[in-house]
């Protein structure tokens, strides 16, 4: 004879019913459904019922619709009533509100040995030994990817970093002091590595900074969102509350890629006229407060490091500020054998391409092999067959292009190397 008695669980007894789960395991291993979202569903009126027995609460069953399958999502026993059909009991009374909430197929996941596991059983649950379950945690929540999305960002694809061609040096440097201290947060702290939180990226126009910024989110993971000055100064307060805004709605994301490009527009010497005293300060603060959260990192980009005030590079704001200078002889290799794979070119020497190269950013490799790109289409159409272009057509197209790094600037980042990298 049952000494308890049933009823619907509600809202009211969320904290009995929660303090019943603890001493309720047998097993002690994680549930596969996580008590908040066994409350979330009780708290939206999803089937749930209990057992009470002198006043006090002594099991539950929790469920939820999803189309025709009903989820036992937990099943709770207070220790001292087990072994006597209480858990039948509760999963009957349970299953029955899953039916009349349109549920056919009734299934339950339980840790293996957990209590509720005879129950089950007992009540003509099969269990099914041929599944495995299989779990994967994806690090951007969907509140995150709304947040990126009202500041203009994304999740970007998944392969950008493979992308990057070349530029072995700066990958590696990137990826060990900033990609895997991030990734691996756990290990790193073991070893006493600090997560980087804002990394400066300097060099000539075209050279990859912006490429490299979205390559690091890509390869973390997590949102990435650029932060355009003109865009914060569209609000009323004009850039420095944009960017108090701004960073105040990054502050709640879990993970994110912060990236501010040409930042000298904005973080200007303070006693030269152009930047704003009042924009750099608030950058700073703002960069003080982001530095106080995990699983984050700012990335700032300026072609003019020399201009930058001088407390924006102080120790402490920016953990690396790193290079990122013309493709070497390699990575011009790999760009144009990018290029000229992408255009269906054959024989191509490439040697003589990298060679006539010398000095040109990617930016300009791109735009050259694009010309040769856009004659080659041309030419197949006007002439209906296929035209493949050769060494030479490479040639000309790097003869017409100016490069856009000249000697004087590629010295002069030379002298900004040795003055500001901290890698
Ligand atoms: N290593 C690389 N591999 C492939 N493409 C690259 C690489 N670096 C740059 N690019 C390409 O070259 C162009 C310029 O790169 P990017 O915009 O990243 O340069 P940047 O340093 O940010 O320039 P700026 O200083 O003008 O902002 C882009 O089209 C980019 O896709
Ligand atoms: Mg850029």
């Not at 603060?285 to 995990?294: A, N």
């Not at 694009?370 to 006007?382: D, G, K, N, R």
Request: proline share 5%; net charge negative.
């Amino acid at each position: 004879m049952s000494t308890w008695h049933l009823r619907d669980l509600t809202d009211a007894d969320l904290e009995e019913a929660v303090a019943l789960e603890s001493a309720s395991t047998t097993v002690g291993q994680r549930a596969l459904f996580p008590l908040s979202e066994v409350v979330a569903s009780l708290v939206a009126g999803e089937p749930a019922v209990a057992a009470e027995a002198a006043g006090q609460i002594v099991g539950t069953a929790v469920g939820r619709v999803d189309r025709d399958r009903g989820w036992v999502l937990r099943i709770t026993m207070h220790p001292e009533w087990r072994g006597r059909g209480l858990g039948s009991e509760l999963l009957a009374l349970l299953e029955q509100r899953l039916v009349a909430a349109g549920a056919r197929r009734l299934v339950c996941a339980l840790p293996v040995g957990e209590t509720g596991t005879q129950a089950l059983l007992n009540s003509g649950f099969q269990e099914r030994r041929d599944i495995s379950w299989f779990e994967k945690l994806e690090h951007v929540r969907p509140q995150d990817v709304d947040a990126a999305a009202g500041l203009g960002g994304a999740v970007p694809a998944p392969n950008l970093w493979q992308r990057v061609q070349g530029m072995t040096t700066e990958k590696d440097l990137i990826e060990r002091r900033i990609v895997l201290p991030l990734s691996e947060p756990s290990l790193a702290e073991d070893h006493g590595v600090r997560e980087p939180r804002a990394v400066m990226l300097f060099g000539p126009p075209g050279t990859g900074k912006t490429t490299f910024a979205r390559a690091i989110a890509s390869r973390l993971g997590w949102p990435f969102v650029e932060l355009f000055p003109s865009r914060l100064a569209a609000g009323l307060g004009g850039v420095a509350s944009g960017l108090s805004e701004a960073f105040s709605t990054l502050a709640a994301m879990e993970h994110v890629v912060v990236f501010i490009d040409e930042v000298e527009e904005i973080a200007g010497h303070r006693d030269h006229t152009g930047s704003d005293v009042g924009v750099v300060n608030e950058l700073l603060k703002s960069i003080v407060s982001f530095r106080e959260r995990p699983h984050r990192l700012l990335v700032c980009a300026t072609n003019s490091i020399g201009s930058l005030d001088g407390a924006f590079l102080r120790h402490g704001r920016f953990d690396y500020v790193l290079p990122i200078g013309p493709p070497d002889r390699d990575a011009r290799r790999s760009l144009w054998s990018k290029a000229v794979s992408d255009a269906g070119a054959l024989d191509v020497d490439l040697s003589q391409l990298v060679g006539a190269s010398d000095g040109f950013t990617p930016a300009d490799i791109g735009h050259a092999s694009q010309q040769v790109a856009a004659a080659t289409f041309e030419a197949t159409l006007s002439s209906g067959t296929r035209v493949r272009a050769g060494t030479a057509d490479y040639l000309t197209a790097i003869s017409h292009t100016r490069p856009t790094l000249s000697r004087d600037d590629v010295e002069a980042f030379g002298h900004d190397i040795a003055q500001f990298q901290r890698s």
